[in-house]
T-cell receptor
Framework: KQEVTQIPAALSVPEGENLVLNCSFTDSAIYNLQWFRQDPGKGLTSLLLIQSSQREQTSGRLNASLDKSSGRSTLYIAASQPGDSATYLCAVSKRNTGNQFYFGTGTSLTVIP | EAGVAQSPRYKIIEKRQSVAFWCNPISGHATLYWYQQILGQGPKLLIQFQNNGVVDDSQLPKDRFSAERLKGVDSTLKIQPAKLEDSAVYLC???????????FGSGTRLTVV
């Protein structure tokens, strides 16, 4: 069974700092990896999707990388802002499970003004 | 493109009562998922539909939970009778072969008292 771990569980940084969130998974035979953002009491908003043939994706101040061989992904946030405060979830899917995503428990990010 | 619609947004019920949640996926998305997210944890898959057929319901507590997707579009998830440990956010997501990733609805927060 796929296990997804996110470290750290919580992170607090001053505004303007660059930061990295980590995600690791036990089974490297993944299909896709997706990073989500979740605001308190809300649903999940997709940030970046990396397909198995890709190594990274970028959107604005966000960059996500994928290293399947080591079972790791990182989400890099540049020039953090208070509005980035949220929980960030990493999820991986396997092709032979109908693209079911397995989620980590998330990293709770607080950006201090 | 309209997103994934879920209702209600919030529900408070007493234990042993029944409750139902509704989801309308993005138009044309053949695959629909129901996830349960307990506070402080990552979402856990309950059931996956492909059109109106069940792909995987191995983690659905079938003694109390049921779900259906009529005509391959809308879906309902029912809990009967509810237990205290069912308190969670119930998330619906949809995907298509073209999108690879998931789009989530805003979720239904259930509190069982």
């Amino acid at each position: 069974k796929q296990e997804v771990t996110q470290i750290p569980a919580a992170l607090s940084v001053p505004e303007g700092e660059n930061l990295v969130l980590n995600c690791s998974f036990t089974d490297s035979a993944i299909y896709n990896l997706q990073w989500f953002r979740q605001d308190p009491g809300k649903g999940l908003t997709s940030l970046l999707l990396i397909q198995s043939s890709q190594r990274e994706q970028t959107s604005g101040r966000l960059n996500a990388s994928l290293d399947k061989s080591s079972g790791r992904s990182t989400l890099y946030i540049a020039a953090s802002q208070p509005g980035d405060s949220a929980t960030y979830l990493c999820a991986v899917s396997k092709r032979n499970t109908g693209n079911q995503f397995y989620f980590g428990t998330g990293t709770s990010l607080t950006v201090i003004p | 493109e309209a997103g994934v619609a879920q209702s209600p947004r919030y529900k408070i019920i007493e234990k042993r009562q029944s409750v139902a949640f509704w989801c309308n996926p993005i138009s044309g998305h053949a695959t629909l998922y129901w996830y349960q997210q307990i506070l402080g944890q990552g979402p856990k898959l309950l059931i996956q539909f492909q059109n109106n057929g069940v792909v995987d319901d191995s983690q659905l507590p079938k003694d109390r939970f049921s779900a259906e997707r009529l005509k391959g579009v809308d879906s309902t998830l029912k809990i009967q009778p509810a237990k205290l440990e069912d308190s969670a956010v119930y998330l619906c997501a949809s995907s298509s072969a073209a999108t690879y990733g998931y789009t989530f609805g805003s979720g239904t927060r259930l509190t069982v008292v």
